[in-house]
């Protein structure tokens, strides 16, 4: 049952990410013939796995350092302290003649791609709470 509380906090998570999701997919949609406008995603899995590695005591590895040769050189930047992840261009899709990025096909299939997920959170937030609910009526009953 410990498992079923800890991951609470991880699907509430994953949920409100998947909603972030959600809107960038929107907005890209919604700029389809927006000159020089780039599509926006969001990589928010890797800070999931970090707090999930954090709710269930996995070890984070030791991070690789980077190699300065010389003092004046500019510090490594962690870009993995954002809540809900780090929002991006998403690349590899064949600007248009006006710049702009979006393409329907693959909007439409990430769209398609979050639903599900957000429906199997849903679904798992479900079966958490009945769960726990069960415990706390047998629990009751003694």
Do not use: C, W
């Not at 909007?107 to 079966?127: C, G, P, R, W, Y």
């Amino acid at each position: 049952m410990v498992t079923t509380h800890r991951s609470k906090p991880l699907l509430e998570q994953a949920l409100a990410a998947r909603s972030l999701r959600q809107q960038l997919i929107a907005s890209n949609i919604a700029n389809i013939d927006t000159p020089f406008y780039k599509s926006k995603d969001v990589d928010f899995e890797t800070v999931l796995i970090k707090k999930a590695k954090e709710l269930y005591g996995t070890p984070e590895p030791k991070p690789l350092e980077m190699a300065a040769t010389h003092e004046g050189h500019l510090k490594g930047v962690d870009d993995e302290d954002g809540r809900n992840g780090t929002i991006y261009l998403r690349d590899g899709h064949m600007a248009r003649n006006d710049g702009n990025t979006v393409d329907l096909d693959v909007e439409t299939t990430e769209m398609s791609k979050n639903a599900l997920m957000v429906d199997a959170i849903t679904q798992a937030m479900k079966k958490n709470s009945a769960i726990f609910k069960s415990v706390l009526e047998a629990s009751g009953k003694l």
